[in-house]
Nanobody, 122 residues
Framework: QVQLVDSGGGLVQAGDSLKLSCAAS????????MSWFRQAPGHRREFVAAISWLSGVSKYVDSVRGRFTISRDNAKNTIYLHMNSLKTEDTAVYYCAAGLGPYIDYEKYYYWGQGTQVTVSS
């Protein structure tokens, strides 16, 4: 049974940095693409970034490109989201997910973490 555990969220001020982690266990996810999504109250779940376990190729939504970096540690089965220059509009619950491609559509993902809250104050 694949399990994804998100962690690292918190309350920060605008301009600060934060690093999220997603630890994977219980199965072979080497053929999967790992993504981060976020969901703010009253909004749809939004794609943020994705990375391939195999190739390390990454993809970002325009609103975070240049500020966020997704990375992976294959030995630890963990992916990270390094978030810099945080803005109040980045406030959301952040989820990691595993799917077979870097899909923007959250319905195409098979496994999800439980989510971690990121709150950015002005």
């Amino acid at each position: 049974q694949v399990q994804l555990v998100d962690s690292g969220g918190g309350l920060v001020q605008a301009g600060d940095s934060l690093k999220l982690s997603c630890a994977a266990s219980g199965g072979d996810l080497s053929a999967y693409v790992m993504s981060w999504f976020r969901q703010a109250p009253g909004h749809r779940r939004e794609f943020v970034a994705a990375i391939s376990w195999l190739s390390g190729v990454s993809k970002y939504v325009d609103s975070v490109r240049g500020r966020f970096t997704i990375s992976r540690d294959n030995a630890k089965n963990t992916i990270y989201l390094h978030m810099n220059s945080l803005k109040t509009e980045d406030t959301a619950v952040y989820y990691c997910a595993a799917g077979l491609g870097p899909y923007i559509d959250y319905e195409k993902y098979y496994y999800w973490g439980q989510g971690t809250q990121v709150t950015v104050s002005s």
